[in-house]
């Protein structure tokens, strides 16, 4: 039996063009109910461009949106089932807070005893049932945030809009935040896309995540697959920190100077350029290669130099092997304890078979 949940929002074939710029390219998704998705990847990819033709703010080129079954490709945006947040909030400035989240309900019809009673509900959902009566100026930016979020929930959409809600906010408040957000998503239920530049972010709220990379998408998996799994050298470039050494692809093996590792290939050709890719945390301290008997892919290295970050020291290493190239370890507190590491130690670092990528050069 599948857990998949059923499907919500399709997105099929789809191109968006600004004159002879091509923005988006022949986008597939299918998003399910209930789902957090996250579109991810750096300034210019196609991002807020995909968000907003799901929107009907720019609509596609070619290609076809579905939403709950319906063809919602050519429906204007006021026809179109979603609520959303942007960045600036666009909250206004001369209403209170209570009639700001009223807004979209002020033209339905309803008595203005169940608005009422819809604003203080959602003004309960986001934590701020004092605040009906303030201006959005009294307010700070992380309360800002909640009173925009309740707006676009007030009308139940079937689909939430996020458009990098959490960008002009401190540090602190937005780790805060993200996980408001993750938690009210799961109370509602409700099916939501967040568009966002942040890899942290995207990580720890997501359900699925969708990198994109000049227009196209590069990879779609849950944060798990995308970390530990990434489909091209540009998702384990963009997602968390990488080592990355290049050389060629011979023999059912990667060639490191003296050291022939044993690798997780990703369809690799005989004799092509090929990079070679590592996580910080995945490299394996060991005091030499003696101590480290039976361990494959062993490099000798010196380590430079050592910063302690909180949980983990981040190390800099040098091997001859890699031709005088940095190697950056994360080491645990315990492991740097344990095997009393210290700048200008000559030792050994083990690249686990599982976690040492491979991905061919791009023609």
Same mark, same amino acid.
């Not at 590069?218 to 990488?242: C, H, K, M, N």
């Given at each position: 039996?599948? /857990?998949?949940?059923?499907?919500?929002?399709?997105?099929?074939?789809?191109?968006?063009?600004?004159?002879?710029?091509?923005?988006?390219?022949?986008?597939?998704?299918?998003?399910?109910?209930?789902?957090?998705?996250?579109?991810?990847?750096?300034?210019?990819?196609?991002?807020?461009?995909? %968000?907003?033709?799901?929107?009907? %703010?720019?609509?596609?080129?070619?290609?076809?949106?579905?939403?709950?079954?319906?063809?919602?490709? /050519?429906?204007?945006?006021?026809?179109?089932?979603?609520?959303?947040?942007? *960045?600036?909030?666009?909250?206004?400035?001369?209403?209170?807070?209570?009639?700001?989240? $009223?807004?979209?309900?002020?033209?339905?019809?309803?008595?203005?005893?169940?608005?009422?009673?819809?604003?203080?509900?959602?003004?309960? %959902?986001?934590?701020?049932?004092?605040?009906?009566?303030? &201006?959005?100026?009294?307010?700070?930016?992380?309360?800002? *945030?909640?009173?925009?979020?309740?707006?676009?929930?007030?009308?139940?959409?079937?689909?939430? @809009?996020?458009?990098?809600? !959490?960008?002009?906010?401190?540090?602190?408040?937005?780790?805060?935040?993200?996980?408001?957000?993750?938690?009210?998503?799961?109370?509602?239920?409700?099916?939501?896309?967040?568009?966002?530049?942040?890899?942290?972010?995207?990580?720890?709220?997501?359900?699925?995540?969708?990198?994109?990379?000049?227009?196209?998408?590069?990879?779609?998996?849950?944060?798990?697959?995308? &970390?530990?799994?990434? $489909?091209? !050298?540009?998702?384990?470039?963009?997602?968390?920190?990488?080592?990355?050494?290049?050389?060629?692809?011979?023999?059912?093996?990667?060639? !490191?100077?003296?050291?022939?590792?044993?690798?997780?290939?990703?369809?690799?050709?005989?004799?092509?350029?090929?990079?070679?890719?590592?996580?910080?945390?995945?490299?394996?301290?060991?005091?030499?290669?003696?101590?480290?008997?039976?361990?494959?892919?062993?490099?000798?290295?010196?380590?430079?130099?050592?910063?302690?970050?909180?949980?983990?020291?981040?190390?800099?290493?040098?091997?001859?092997?890699?031709?005088?190239?940095? !190697?950056?370890?994360?080491?645990?507190? /315990?492991?740097?304890?344990?095997?009393? @590491?210290?700048?200008?130690?000559?030792?050994?670092?083990?690249?686990?078979?599982?976690?040492? @990528?491979?991905?061919?050069?791009?023609?």
């Amino acid at each position: 039996m599948s /857990n998949k949940p059923e499907s919500y929002l399709q997105i099929k074939e789809l191109w968006k063009a600004f004159g002879e710029f091509v923005a988006l390219k022949d986008i597939n998704l299918d998003i399910g109910k209930g789902e957090f998705i996250c579109f991810l990847g750096p300034s210019g990819c196609g991002k807020t461009t995909l %968000l907003r033709a799901v929107a009907g %703010l720019d609509p596609q080129t070619r290609g076809q949106i579905f939403q709950g079954g319906q063809d919602v490709s /050519n429906l204007p945006t006021s026809k179109r089932d979603y609520g959303i947040v942007f *960045q600036s909030y666009a909250l206004f400035p001369n209403l209170t807070v209570a009639r700001n989240v $009223a807004f979209g309900l002020e033209n339905t019809g309803r008595p203005k005893a169940d608005i009422k009673a819809r604003v203080a509900e959602l003004l309960a %959902l986001v934590g701020l049932p004092e605040q009906a009566e303030k &201006y959005p100026a009294q307010l700070s930016g992380g309360q800002q *945030q909640r009173i925009a979020l309740a707006r676009a929930l007030a009308i139940n959409p079937g689909l939430l @809009l996020l458009d990098e809600p !959490l960008s002009a906010l401190d540090a602190k408040v937005r780790v805060h935040l993200r996980h408001e957000i993750k938690e009210l998503q799961r109370k509602l239920g409700v099916t939501t896309i967040m568009v966002t530049h942040d890899q942290e972010e995207a990580l720890s709220m997501a359900d699925r995540i969708v990198v994109m990379n000049h227009g196209t998408v590069e990879q779609i998996g849950t944060p798990t697959e995308i &970390y530990r799994a990434p $489909a091209s !050298l540009f998702v384990a470039d963009f997602i968390g920190e990488t080592n990355k050494v290049a050389t060629t692809y011979q023999n059912g093996r990667v060639t !490191l100077g003296s050291v022939s590792l044993t690798t997780k290939m990703q369809g690799v050709a005989e004799g092509a350029a090929v990079t070679v890719a590592v996580r910080p945390e995945d490299v394996v301290p060991h005091l030499s290669t003696a101590a480290a008997a039976g361990a494959a892919n062993l490099l000798p290295a010196r380590l430079m130099d050592m910063e302690f970050l909180g949980s983990y020291w981040r190390c800099h290493l040098q091997s001859d092997i890699l031709g005088g190239q940095d !190697l950056i370890a994360n080491f645990s507190i /315990n492991a740097v304890r344990r095997l009393d @590491l210290k700048p200008g130690l000559e030792m050994a670092v083990e690249l686990p078979a599982e976690r040492v @990528l491979v991905f061919a050069e791009r023609a």
